[in-house]
Nanobody, 114 residues
C-alpha cells in the first residue's frame, strides 16, 4: 500500500487549495478513504472521509461547508477541496486508508498566513 499526497502550499486567509492523494498497491475502489490533519503541538484529527463509491461523505464540524472530499476511482486518487481557508487550518494533511490496519502517506503541508 502506498499513499502519496501533494498540493499543499502557503496560501492567504480566504484562499483555496486542492491537495490530492495518489494511491497504489490495493484495490482502491473497494475502500473508503480519509483525510486527517495534524497541527503543531496537537493530535492528529479526522477532517473528512468518503465511501468507496464516493456516495457518502462526512466532515469534521470545523471544516463543514468549506471543505469537500472527492475521489476518482479510475485515477486511484482522492482529493480535498479547501475553500475559505483560515489560519487555524494550518497543518500537515495526511491521506489514510484502513486495510487490516492504518496506512498513511507522508503528508503535505498547508500553511494559511498573510
Amino acid at each position: 500500500v502506498q499513499l502519496v499526497e501533494s498540493g499543499g502550499d502557503l496560501v492567504q486567509p480566504g484562499g483555496s487549495l486542492r491537495p490530492s492523494c495518489a494511491a497504489s498497491g490495493f484495490t482502491f475502489s473497494s475502500y473508503g478513504m480519509r483525510w486527517y490533519r495534524q497541527a503543531p503541538g496537537k493530535e492528529r484529527e479526522l477532517v473528512a472521509r468518503i465511501s468507496s463509491t464516493g456516495g457518502t461523505t462526512t466532515y469534521a464540524d470545523s471544516v463543514k461547508g468549506r471543505f469537500t472530499i472527492s475521489r476518482d476511482n479510475a485515477k486511484k486518487s482522492v482529493y480535498l477541496r479547501m475553500n475559505s481557508l483560515k489560519p487555524e487550518d494550518t497543518a500537515v494533511y495526511y491521506c489514510n486508508v484502513f486495510i487490516r490496519g492504518d496506512y498513511w502517506g507522508q503528508g503535505t503541508q498547508v500553511t494559511v498566513s498573510s
